[in-house]
């Protein structure tokens, strides 16, 4: 009789852990305000800042573990320049200075202008700082704000970005995020789409998507992944060095996280930490990627830092007619430690649309095994495609019919996500399509931890079954 009342309530619980599944919607909205093409050359997006050599294309990147540094990067166009930047707390009075090192590549037969980047550390938390780069009349200005201390109750607004290309739909995602309040982008990867054009335009329009981000990038960081349109393996005009462009503009931490390439590793904000894998580079079993991730997922603390973010380039699940299944060799690499270690969200982009998943997993399959399908899986984190930054290749539109179960929301328009953390136990998720502004909630709901959320129904359920038993 006890077995079989075990029974029952362990059935009861399955369903208390499927809640929401298979039933998921496909928006029938398509938005796509502005036709698929890059803005002209002379836009004023792309205006070349006035002044005798410049610096231009300013964007900054965390430039350490846990968010006392920032890289600076610019370019000098004229000569080389100074790769020095001066920054202090009080506008217009620095009293601080860092030496940077500046680099250069050619690209066919493109030569790139003076790429300086300029680390600044030993910052202090949750403060304001105001820097100048350049030299002379053609020096220019501008700020950031530091993380506020690592700690598990420390809110922190972060705007996810991808595939977002130099269109004006590119533009309108851009202008929709600054107006969200976030702090810092994660951004999924496929930055210039410079890859579209040939011969010396793809440096020039990886310096114009230099100056069109400007306008957020030189004030807070991005934190970068790389995608397929990064890696620019060109033969014809015997460019075979991959990711050349954007390892020299776009520099990462990755050595403060243990990592050896700048194209994986992770980051500390506030109170996430931040994993940033490539799709691109070898994940298999004993390659450095997976081993550097298996240690770094070690060093994880959710005490310190709860939530658990996962960032690449194609996603592991998503229910689009393009790229669909591209993601399953790294699902069959990594999703057993995503599930294991309970990660909060995986955020990939690659695909032109929006997507979000339920808490599924797939790991119990195996090529012997008949289980084919992913299964709810309290344990899993959501994965969610935000490649709809609004590019010149346009909108995947396609959906696969009928919407699978493991899909709970799907749309083919451009926009932007925020994720904002407010303490160790909620956050507030909000995708934003850029035709409804900011204030409308297209797909918004509030997370829970995975991680102390768990633990805390853990713990209950616990005193439950041991009240029940005595
Ligand atoms: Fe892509």
């Known amino acids: 009789m006890q077995s079989f009342l075990r029974l029952i309530s362990t059935f009861f619980i399955f369903l208390s852990c499927v809640e929401n599944t298979f039933a998921g919607i496909t928006s029938t909205v398509i938005r796509s305000q502005w036709p698929s093409s890059d803005i002209p050359l002379d836009n004023e997006v792309f205006a070349v800042p006035k002044g005798h050599n410049a610096p231009q294309q300013v964007h900054i990147t965390q430039g350490d573990y846990d968010g006392k540094a920032v890289i600076i990067s610019w370019v000098t166009s004229d000569e080389p320049g100074s790769s020095e930047v001066q920054y202090g707390t009080t506008k217009g009075k620095y009293d601080n200075s860092a030496e940077g090192k500046s680099t250069s590549y050619t690209f066919y037969k493109y030569k790139s202008g003076y790429i300086h980047h300029c680390l600044l550390d030993g910052l202090e938390y949750d403060t304001k700082y105001y820097y100048k780069v350049g030299s002379g009349g053609s020096s220019r200005e501008f700020w950031f704000q530091t993380p506020p201390t690592i700690d598990p109750d420390a809110s922190h607004k972060f705007g996810i970005i991808g595939d977002l290309g130099q269109t004006y739909n590119s533009l309108s995602t851009l202008q929709h995020y600054m107006v969200s309040g976030a702090q810092a982008v994660l951004f999924l990867g496929d930055l210039s789409y410079a890859d579209r054009y040939k011969y010396n335009d793809v440096g020039l329009r990886w310096d114009t998507w230099g100056r069109f981000i400007e306008q957020s990038a030189a004030f807070q960081p991005w934190i970068w992944s790389a995608g397929n349109h990064e890696i620019e393996y060109m033969p014809y005009m015997e460019e075979v060095d991959p990711f050349k462009s954007y390892l020299h503009r776009y520099p990462t931490p990755y050595l403060a996280s243990k990592s050896t390439s700048p194209l994986w590793y992770a980051v500390r904000r506030a109170s996430a930490h931040i994993i940033v894998l490539s799709s691109y580079s070898s ?17 994880v603390d959710r005490e310190k830092t709860p939530w658990l ?17 591209e993601g399953e060799s790294m699902r069959a690499a990594f999703e057993k430690w995503f599930v294991r270690n309970r990660v909060d969200i995986v955020f990939a982009g690659h695909v032109h649309a929006y997507e979000r998943s339920y808490r599924i997993s797939n790991i119990q399959y195996n090529v012997s095994s008949g289980d084919r399908d992913p299964v709810p899986d309290k344990s899993a984190p959501l994965y969610i495609t935000v490649g709809d930054g609004g590019n010149q290749e346009g909108l995947a539109g396609r959906f696969r019919d009928p919407q699978p179960d493991y899909s709970a929301f799907r749309e083919a328009s451009y926009g932007h996500s925020t994720l904002e953390i407010k303490n160790r136990t909620h956050a507030f998720y909000h995708w934003n399509r850029n035709n409804d502004g900011k204030k409308v909630a297209t797909d918004s709901f509030i997370l829970h931890n995975q991680y102390w959320v768990s633990n805390s129904r853990r713990r209950k359920l616990k005193k439950y079954s041991s009240k029940s038993i005595t």
Request: proline share 3%.
């Open 283 to 299: 994940f298999v079993k004993y390659t450095l990627q997976w081993m550097w991730l298996r240690e770094e997922f070690k060093r």
């Open 309 to 325: 973010i996962v960032l690449m380039h194609v996603p592991l699940y998503h229910s689009n007619n393009v790229h669909f299944m």
